[in-house]
């Protein structure tokens, strides 16, 4: 639920940024933070974890994803 209710704000942010890796694009809470990637395709992908995560972890965890996602395309 809380991952979908970010949702919106992933559609906003893609538009405001040529970047793939959005960073943070909510919070919940007082701890729980949402990561979103959105691919050239149109894929996206929302991470939801505690504060304090190193963003490069997280961006890198993403860019994994997609090598996934293109592999298994082919």
């Not at 538009?15 to 050239?40: G, M, R, S």
Request: aromatic share 10%; hydrophobic share 40%; proline share 1%.
């Amino acid at each position: 639920m809380v991952v979908a209710a970010a949702l919106d704000k992933l559609n906003d942010r893609k538009w405001e940024t040529p970047n793939a890796y959005l960073k943070i694009i909510d919070h919940f809470d007082h701890d729980l933070v949402v990561h979103a990637y959105c691919t050239q395709g149109g894929i996206q992908f929302a991470l939801l974890t505690t504060k304090g995560r190193e963003e490069g972890n997280v961006k890198a965890f993403f860019e994994s994803c997609l090598l996934y996602t293109s592999d298994a395309a082919d």
